[in-house]
């Protein structure tokens, strides 16, 4: 689930340095347990997707999430949280973010939607989001944006290495996505407003995480064996700007473009980084960056 940057996420140089000291640094087993939270996300995500046809509501994925949280035996940490009213958020064409699930979404060939899905196992928690296509007939630009947010995701995972700094993670991010041929639309528009953060023993948790460079940020806290982090991208075929609706919570861009959002979570130990909400722990994908995934703790 993305956090607003907001006035909070307007660190200056030396606020972003002391966040540091505030970074929850997990152990070895408590990984173990994110790993089990990260699997079950894993298996919402697989199961609302497939259940992402023309005809269905939003409240039959929220549903078909409900029953997976159940059958594992897991918590979400998506309903309540603020007062957010489902297990997921489903987030449909110019909605980026946080879209409520409900009977009066149906979903239509045609369309693009981002599923945010989390889960709690003991007290730990996984947060992960994919970008589906509905039915039939998407544009060849609306594909691409798709390949090129999630890539520019396994960018950023690829930099959660011991020795680099936060600011790494959005190098890469908005590196890649810059490097990438201009769409028909013009542009990417990389979504400012809302980006990755911590997670563990909570969801949202420091430090934030940008997906592009601040300058005035500075370089931030270095990587170490036992951070988490969630590094998520949200990227339009327009503005980068976006807001709020009545509801509170829906991200809409300003100028209805289509957007697309996806998310992992990871873990930094002393064997590498693992990617908790991935079903092989992120190997095959950081292979392709020359980055050998940590041995999975359960298996």
């Known amino acids: 689930m993305g956090v607003t940057s907001g006035t909070g996420g307007q660190l200056l140089l030396s606020e972003l340095e002391a966040s540091a000291e505030m970074v929850e640094i997990k152990t070895p087993e408590q990984i173990a347990k994110m790993r089990a939270a990260g699997l079950v996300v894993?298996?919402?995500?697989?199961?609302?997707?497939?259940?992402?046809?023309?005809?269905?509501?939003t409240k039959d994925l929220d549903e078909v999430a409900a029953k997976v949280l159940a059958d594992h035996?897991?918590?979400?940490?998506?309903?309540?949280?603020?007062?957010?009213?489902?297990?997921?958020?489903?987030?449909?064409?110019?909605?980026?973010?946080?879209?409520?699930?409900?009977r009066?979404?149906?979903?239509?060939?045609?369309?693009?939607?981002?599923?945010?899905?989390?889960?709690?196992?003991?007290?730990?928690?996984?947060?992960?989001?994919?970008?589906?296509?509905?039915g039939e007939g998407h544009a060849p630009e609306l594909l691409e944006l798709s390949r090129v947010t999630e890539e520019s995701m396994w960018a950023g995972l690829a930099a959660m290495r011991k020795g680099n700094r936060l600011v790494d993670i959005s190098k890469a991010v908005e590196g890649y996505i810059r490097r990438q041929p201009r769409p028909a639309s013009g542009k990417?528009?990389?979504?400012e407003d809302y980006g990755g953060h911590g997670i563990?023993?909570?969801?949202?948790?420091?430090?934030?995480?940008?997906?592009?460079?601040?300058?005035?940020?500075?370089?931030?806290?270095?990587?170490?064996?036992?951070?988490?982090?969630?590094?998520?991208?949200?990227?339009?075929?327009?503005?980068?700007?976006?807001?709020?609706?009545?509801?509170?919570?829906?991200?809409?861009?300003?100028?209805?473009?289509?957007?697309?959002?996806?998310?992992?979570?990871?873990?930094?130990?002393?064997?590498?980084?693992?990617?908790?909400?991935?079903?092989?722990?992120?190997?095959?994908?950081?292979?392709?960056?020359?980055?050998e995934a940590a041995p999975d703790p359960l298996g």
């Open 200 to 291: 563990g023993s909570e969801m949202h948790m420091d430090p934030h995480v940008l997906n592009y460079v601040e300058r005035r940020r500075g370089r931030g806290p270095k990587l170490v064996p036992g951070m988490c982090l969630a590094i998520e991208p949200m990227v339009s075929l327009g503005t980068a700007k976006t807001h709020v609706l009545e509801d509170d919570w829906t991200v809409v861009t300003d100028d209805h473009s289509c957007s697309s959002h996806w998310e992992h979570s990871i873990a930094l130990t002393e064997q590498g980084p693992l990617v908790l909400t991935a079903p092989d722990g992120g190997r095959a994908k950081l292979a392709e960056y020359g980055v």
């Open 42 to 57: 894993a298996a919402m995500h697989k199961e609302c997707a497939a259940a992402a046809v023309p005809g269905a509501t």
């Open 104 to 134: 009066e979404t149906v979903l239509n060939s045609g369309d693009v939607l981002s599923i945010d899905a989390g889960a709690i196992i003991d007290g730990w928690h996984g947060d992960a989001a994919i970008t589906v296509f509905v």
């Open 73 to 102: 035996g897991a918590k979400p940490n998506f309903l309540g949280y603020g007062g957010f009213p489902g297990n997921i958020c489903t987030s449909v064409n110019d909605v980026v973010v946080h879209g409520i699930p409900d």
């Open 188 to 191: 990417y528009g990389i979504i």
